[in-house]
């Protein structure tokens, strides 16, 4: 069965700090590995993603680490906000389009002042 | 253009009784989806559609039943609630491979309550 593994399901960290969030599939058939931010009472929306070809993006303060060898892929957030502070689902999928995404269970970000 | 519309916003039903949820987008996408999400469990799939007139299962599709009559909307069906079908229920769409991104846009949400 299809799976990704997401960790911590919930991180705390103070403004400025740099928070990570790590994401485990086992299918190595995937290729394609997005990031969804989720604030409280809104649907998830695209934040960055990934293809595994290269083995880091960056958008913004926003960056994907991709290991795939280990099978692992992560979302750091440089100097973190209190914006920032959200839900963070990662996910996977097999070809473009042509299977669906399956998404980690989700990691809680607060960012205190 | 309002992107991808949910109707209702909240609900609450009693065990037995039946509803459909309503999910439009005004993007032109080819592909929508439906999934719940509940505390703990991430978004699960429940049904999705690659194109008008069609419909496939997801990972939870138990309980649920879908119809894909017009390109625009995508409609989720219960037949017959029950309380572990309380959750927050999400449409969304993409535009699929003809686009070239598998970018999924997502609806504000549906929250249901089955009692």
């Known amino acids: 069965q299809q799976q990704v593994k997401q960790s911590p399901q919930s991180l705390i960290v103070q403004k400025g700090g740099i928070p990570i969030i790590n994401c485990a599939y086992e299918n190595t058939a995937f290729d394609y590995f997005p990031w969804y931010q989720q604030f409280p009472g809104k649907g998830p929306a695209l934040l960055i993603a990934i293809r595994p070809d290269v083995s880091e993006k960056k958008e913004g303060r926003f960056t994907i680490s991709f290991n795939k060898s280990a099978k692992q892929f992560s979302l750091h957030i440089m100097d973190s906000q209190p914006g920032d502070s959200a839900t963070y689902f990662c996910a996977a999928s097999i070809g473009l389009g042509y299977s669906t995404l399956t998404f980690g269970k989700g990691t809680m970000l607060l960012v205190s002042p | 253009n309002a992107g991808v519309t949910q109707t209702p916003k909240f609900r609450v039903l009693k065990t037995g009784q039946s509803m459909t949820l309503l999910c439009a987008q005004d993007?032109?996408?080819?592909?929508m989806y439906w999934y719940r999400q509940d505390p703990g469990m991430g978004l699960r799939l429940i049904h999705y559609s690659v194109g008008e007139g069609t419909t496939a299962k997801g990972e939870v599709p138990d309980g649920y039943n879908v119809s894909r009559l017009k390109k625009q909307n995508f409609l989720l069906g219960l037949e017959s609630a029950a309380p572990s079908q309380t959750s927050v229920y999400f449409c969304?769409?993409?535009?699929?491979?003809?686009?070239?991104?598998?970018?999924?846009?997502f609806g504000p949400g549906t929250r249901l309550t089955v009692l």
């Open positions: 969304a769409s993409s535009p699929g491979v003809s686009q070239g991104t598998d970018t999924q846009y």
């Open positions: 993007m032109n996408h080819e592909y």
